[in-house]
C-alpha cells in the first residue's frame, strides 16, 4: 500500500483591512490586511491536522508581514471584519459608524 503525506501545506483567511488609524503596526504604508495562516500535516493531499497556526498583518502588496500574537489579532478581528463589510458596500455608512462606536474604536 502506497501512503502519501505530507506537511507544510498552508491555508490563509484574510479578515480585512486595518488602516493606521485603527491599529499600530510596523509596516510601511497606511493599511494592512488582518491574516490568520494555518500550516497542515496532510495525507493523500487533504489537510487533516493543523500543526501551526499564525497570525499576522501584511502590507496591500503582500510583500511584508508582521507577526502577532493571538490577544492582537482577536482585539483587531471584528473590526477588520468590518472593514471588509464597508469597504464591499455591504452596509451603509450609518450601520459601519454605529457598529465601530459599539466596538468602542
Given at each position: 500500500?502506497?501512503?502519501?503525506?505530507?506537511?507544510?501545506?498552508?491555508?490563509?483567511?484574510?479578515?480585512?483591512?486595518?488602516?493606521?488609524n485603527?491599529a499600530?503596526?510596523?509596516?510601511?504604508?497606511?493599511?494592512?490586511?488582518?491574516?490568520?495562516?494555518?500550516?497542515?500535516?496532510?495525507?493523500?493531499?487533504?489537510?487533516?491536522?493543523?500543526?501551526?497556526?499564525?497570525?499576522?498583518?501584511?502590507?496591500?502588496?503582500l510583500?511584508n508581514?508582521?507577526?502577532?500574537?493571538?490577544?492582537?489579532?482577536k482585539?483587531?478581528?471584528?473590526?477588520?471584519?468590518?472593514?471588509?463589510?464597508?469597504m464591499?458596500?455591504?452596509?451603509?455608512?450609518?450601520?459601519?459608524?454605529?457598529r465601530?462606536?459599539?466596538?468602542?474604536?
Amino acid at each position: 500500500m502506497i501512503f502519501i503525506f505530507d506537511w507544510g501545506y498552508r491555508t490563509n483567511k484574510n479578515y480585512g483591512p486595518l488602516s493606521r488609524n485603527d491599529a499600530a503596526f510596523e509596516i510601511d504604508g497606511e493599511m494592512v490586511w488582518l491574516i490568520r495562516e494555518i500550516t497542515w500535516f496532510r495525507a493523500f493531499f487533504v489537510p487533516l491536522i493543523p500543526t501551526k497556526t499564525s497570525y499576522f498583518f501584511q502590507d496591500l502588496n503582500l510583500d511584508n508581514r508582521e507577526i502577532i500574537n493571538f490577544e492582537t489579532f482577536k482585539e483587531f478581528k471584528d473590526l477588520a471584519v468590518l472593514n471588509a463589510l464597508a469597504m464591499d458596500d455591504k452596509i451603509t455608512d450609518e450601520e459601519y459608524d454605529e457598529r465601530r462606536e459599539k466596538m468602542g474604536f
